[in-house]
């Protein structure tokens, strides 16, 4: 096997800090879905398990040849995601909280724009949320959600990975926006679970049990790269949430109780 770029040149970078820069109590600065997902595990850790494992395992085998690449083609994938939320909470405190290890897995379809794009919708279910401790009450809180994700992606081939007639492996860059509809949540604390109530209305003033409201769309931007080995695929992403889903209440402004989801995935697929 060698690399053998394709006469298409694509130059992809994600500098999502970039787009959250400091600048006032709204400021995103601690939020970063490449920082480590998990208990002194590094990003790029985690980029060489999904990427080199597929390797390993497939060392020495043929891949099984997939269509023409300007045929459509169906897939299915599951996988982890490694989710926190970045904001702003009612007392002014920039939070990003623990990332928790969630599902997620679903279908897609390739669509080919020519031998070097194409189009990729996809339908997940996935899980987001996070963890941290609240010092006022001195608890820890994990916040679960499940929702029901929707991407429309512009996958980039950069290069094939054989030689052959028709190019059977690959290496994909893609981006695209997506838009999630929460359908479940848990609002859990040391010694209580409850379940997460959706709300797009405004909560009157001091109403209890904040915590618990969300709303129920999320919306936002996610990227991936993918290996593509016959009709197995391995993916590594993450996504960056533009919307706020925490439910409004009538007595805390609006920029001082900001949620958004963050996440970084890791996937498992197969192409027919």
């Not at 480590?36 to 980029?47: E, H, K, Q």
């Not at 060489?48 to 083609?73: H, N, T, W, Y």
């Not at 409850?194 to 797009?200: G, L, M, Q």
């Given at each position: 096997?060698?690399?053998?770029?394709?006469?298409?040149?694509?130059t992809?970078?994600?500098?999502?800090?970039?787009?959250?820069?400091?600048s006032?109590?709204?400021?995103?600065?601690?939020?970063?879905?490449?920082?480590?997902?998990?208990?002194?595990?590094?990003?790029?850790?985690?980029?060489?398990?999904?990427?080199?494992?597929?390797?390993?395992?497939?060392?020495?085998?043929?891949?099984?040849?997939?269509k023409?690449r300007?045929?459509?083609s169906?897939?299915?994938?599951?996988?982890?995601?490694?989710?926190?939320?970045?904001?702003?909470?009612?007392?002014?405190?920039?939070?990003?909280?623990?990332?928790?290890?969630?599902?997620?897995g679903?279908?897609?379809?390739?669509?080919?724009?020519?031998?070097?794009?194409?189009?990729?919708?996809?339908?997940?279910?996935?899980q987001k949320?996070?963890?941290?401790?609240?010092?006022?009450?001195?608890?820890?809180?994990?916040?679960?959600?499940?929702?029901?994700?929707?991407?429309?992606?512009?996958?980039?081939?950069?290069?094939?990975?054989?030689?052959?007639?028709?190019?059977?492996?690959?290496?994909?860059?893609?981006?695209?926006?997506?838009?999630?509809?929460?359908?479940?949540?848990?609002y859990?604390?040391?010694?209580t679970?409850?379940a997460?109530?959706?709300?797009?209305?405004?909560?009157?003033?001091?109403?209890?049990?904040?915590?618990e409201?969300?709303?129920?769309l999320?919306?936002?931007?996610?990227y991936?790269?993918?290996?593509?080995?016959?009709?197995?695929?391995?993916?590594?992403?993450?996504?960056?949430?533009?919307?706020?889903?925490?439910?409004?209440?009538?007595?805390?402004?609006?920029?001082?109780?900001?949620?958004?989801?963050?996440?970084?995935?890791?996937?498992?697929?197969?192409?027919?």
């Amino acid at each position: 096997m060698r690399l053998e770029p394709s006469s298409f040149i694509f130059t992809f970078r994600v500098n999502v800090d970039s787009m959250l820069m400091k600048s006032d109590r709204n400021s995103f600065s601690a939020f970063s879905p490449l920082r480590p997902v998990s208990a002194g595990i590094p990003f790029f850790v985690m980029v060489l398990l999904v990427m080199v494992i597929p390797f390993g395992a497939l060392l020495g085998q043929d891949s099984q040849p997939i269509k023409r690449r300007d045929s459509i083609s169906f897939g299915v994938q599951a996988g982890l995601s490694f989710s926190h939320f970045v904001g702003m909470n009612p007392q002014h405190n920039t939070q990003g909280g623990q990332n928790i290890v969630g599902f997620r897995g679903g279908v897609n379809i390739d669509y080919p724009v020519n031998h070097f794009m194409s189009l990729r919708p996809e339908i997940l279910f996935t899980q987001k949320g996070y963890k941290i401790h609240d010092a006022g009450d001195s608890m820890n809180i994990k916040t679960r959600l499940s929702y029901i994700k929707v991407p429309v992606n512009v996958v980039f081939r950069v290069c094939a990975l054989d030689h052959g007639a028709i190019p059977r492996d690959f290496f994909n860059l893609g981006i695209g926006p997506y838009v999630a509809y929460g359908i479940h949540g848990t609002y859990s604390t040391e010694s209580t679970s409850t379940a997460v109530k959706f709300s797009n209305e405004q909560l009157p003033a001091s109403s209890p049990n904040y915590g618990e409201y969300y709303k129920h769309l999320d919306a936002g931007v996610n990227y991936f790269a993918e290996f593509e080995l016959g009709r197995f695929y391995s993916q590594v992403g993450g996504a960056v949430g533009l919307t706020n889903i925490k439910t409004g209440m009538e007595n805390i402004p609006a920029h001082e109780s900001v949620y958004r989801n963050a996440c970084f995935n890791l996937s498992y697929g197969w192409r027919f």
